[in-house]
């Protein structure tokens, strides 16, 4: 099988690479031409139209920033018709809605298609440790199960249900990365400035049923003040917020709390780089009233 791979960013470029790393044939596509030379000296075909990376795969994966840009690659320079016989795999993050009707667009065209997102970051892409979520029927599930592994482990991917169910889910997921980091980063400020030990904070923290791993990953780059080289730059995690509380709204739910996650991501997007990773929400709360004006 012949696969193609639409958008080598920060996530796709190493899950791209794993499935080099397997001796598929891969054929690679990316808007920016330079973001390829890694897997072109890896052996994968390199081409300049999505035109072409479609008409020459069986399968095409989509690691794409938003609904947006899939419906941009999927329809430049080409038609819906280049899409016949073609299986699309969208791993992005896409609300519901954007991948059902991105599904019925293919489908009239005579291709098939699925969601498959991503729960994790660049290290996990790297390892082959993202929690796979799909979206689709069983049969396609099975199907495309032992593409799909190359991305995660045993017992993923898992089948969570009709196209729509998948992205729903890992929009709940985004939200908790955001909820849970802010709200470390605010107490890991407010014992920092009361005198207490965060070594003794982290220790009971630890022993506790409210610790969470990612508590751990973040706490050496808040600590050390080096949002380098992210694991999730802030503007990617605040796109997947947005796009949570634009589905949220329509359910009745209240977002008072979420909404005040976005605003501190927004104040850290202005006192640091947006390709920095969300780690730095910290220096955004410590000095809020600096960043807020107030």
Known sequence: MKVAFLGTGLMGLPMAQRLLAANMELIAYNRTPEKLEPLRAAGAEIVKKPREAIRAADCIVLMLSNAAAIYHVLLTDTSWHTLSGRSIIQMGTITPVESQEIRDAVVAAGGEYIEAPVLGSIPEAKT????????GAEEQYQRHFPLLQHFGDNPNPVHIGPVGTASTLTLA??????????????????????????????????????????????????????????????????????????????????????????????????????????????????????????
Not at 128 to 135: A, Q, S, Y
Not at 266 to 284: L, R
Request: proline share 3%; no cysteine.
């Open 128 to 135: 082959g440790k993202l929690i796979v979520m799909v979206g």
């Open 173 to 294: 997921l985004n939200q908790l990365i955001a909820s849970l980091t802010t709200s470390f980063a605010l107490s890991l400020a407010f014992i920092q400035l009361q005198g207490i030990d965060v070594d003794l904070f982290m220790q009971i923290l630890r022993e506790s049923k409210l610790y969470a791993p990612t508590f751990d990953q973040n706490l050496r780059r808040m600590l050390d003040g080096n949002y380098n080289n992210a694991n999730l730059p802030t503007k990617q995690l605040i796109k997947e917020i947005d796009l949570f509380i634009s589905e949220a709204k329509s359910l009745g739910l209240n977002l008072s709390s979420i909404e005040g996650v976005r605003q501190i991501l927004h104040a850290t997007m202005k006192m640091s780089y947006p390709e920095d990773d969300y780690s730095s929400v910290f220096p955004a709360i410590r000095e809020w009233g600096e960043v807020s004006g107030g």
